[in-house]
């Protein structure tokens, strides 16, 4: 069985999306020992604008996931954002799941301050959100069926956006992954998940590199004390301007 | 009443609850495993399920699909996996605690 990863990056105005990846292709290399593709988004697809509190308002070319599919060459493989960081072998353990499609169900504030309750859901019916921040599927029909769902809600964002009651204008992977999950399971919202839960980090708290695998996170905490912690596992690095000075601080 | 005292207990508390929790959620992750088709959850109850039995039986595992494991063998690969994340657990909450 073949396995591999592919991460989906293309640079806008403010973030080099493909040193990202390139670096976290190494960081893969090293902890899961499987190979990465970076796939560099299509030019010819239409780009959304999305506004990230650390950079502002950014041209979103993340449009194409759903080709994921189609485009890696091998029987299972893990789909990356470019910001998740790969710091230990944990993703080893659902490459070898006995699982078509895995996502997270669930992602949470690593360092407490916020509360993700509206990010795990989305629109006005509070629909549950899987996260595709971290995918892992096999090559089979049930996982075939998820990616062409999403293409078919991405071509028809609008009738989707409003079906589900989503206030968000923009494009999001997360929504056509949740709406998709959920159309292709019979509107059953049971799916399974990736067993434990997206460690996040956002973007006001402060994120350094102590060394390879270690992170350092200064943030201020809910009662407007200055703290900090150590990280030694993966995350989701949701403030892009310090991942990105890490990774050139890498190259 | 010393409030202002009461206070930064309370936040001090505050705090060190939230690192623990940061903790819990790492270690969470680092106890689930794949064997024999499954994916499993290392801890006292997988370990007290397969205590209760001999031989080869089939156990739900956490995705609640039937699997057939070999207690004997799987106890022990639960166990060493247990006990490895738990020490590497109490080694950084002795960590925290010394840095609170």
Redesign the interface.
């Known amino acids: 069985m073949t396995v591999g990863a592919l991460i989906f990056a293309r640079n806008n105005e403010q973030i080099d999306y493909v040193a990202m990846a390139q670096w976290s292709a190494r960081n893969i290399e090293r902890h899961l020992g499987i190979p990465t593709h970076i796939v560099s988004a299509d030019t010819s697809l239409p780009n959304n604008t999305r506004h990230f509190s650390d950079v502002g308002n950014v041209t979103w070319h993340n449009l194409n996931r759903m080709d994921a599919y189609t485009l890696s060459p091998w029987d299972r493989t893990l789909v990356l954002d470019a910001d998740y960081v790969v710091a230990s072998d944990q993703l080893k353990v659902i490459l070898e799941a006995d699982q078509d499609f895995l996502a997270h169900r669930w992602a949470y504030d690593i360092t407490g301050c916020n509360n993700f309750q509206g990010l795990n859901y989305f629109g006005d019916n509070s629909m549950p959100m899987w996260w595709a921040t971290v995918m892992m599927f096999r090559r089979s029909k049930h996982a075939e069926l998820i990616f062409k769902c999403m293409k078919m809600i991405r071509d028809n964002w609008s009738h989707y956006r409003a079906l589900y009651k989503n206030s968000t204008i923009t494009y999001r992977n997360d929504h056509a992954l949740s709406i998709a999950l959920g159309i292709v399971n019979g509107h059953t919202l049971d799916h399974a998940g990736i067993p434990w839960e997206l460690a996040s980090l956002t973007p006001e708290h402060m994120l350094t590199q102590v060394d390879q695998d270690r992170y350092r996170v200064d943030f201020i905490n809910t009662e407007n004390r200055p703290r900090w912690i150590e990280l030694q596992q993966d995350f989701h690095a949701m403030g892009k301007q310090q991942l990105g000075e890490i990774v050139a601080n890498n190259s | 009443m010393d409030t202002e005292n009461l206070i930064a207990h309370a936040?001090t508390r505050?705090?060190h609850a939230?690192?623990r929790?940061?903790l819990k959620?790492?270690y969470?992750?680092?106890f689930?495993?794949?064997h024999a088709?499954?994916?499993w959850?290392a801890g006292p109850e997988l370990l007290t399920t397969l205590k209760c039995c001999t031989g080869t039986v089939v156990i739900l595992d956490?995705?609640e699909?039937p699997v057939q494991v070999n207690t004997e063998e799987f106890y022990e690969q639960v166990l060493q996996r247990w006990q490895e994340q738990l020490n590497a657990w109490l080694v950084e909450y002795e960590a925290l605690n010394k840095n609170r």
């Open positions: 936040r505050f705090d939230a690192a929790r940061t959620e790492k969470q992750a680092k689930i495993f794949a088709g499954g994916m959850q956490l995705y699909t």
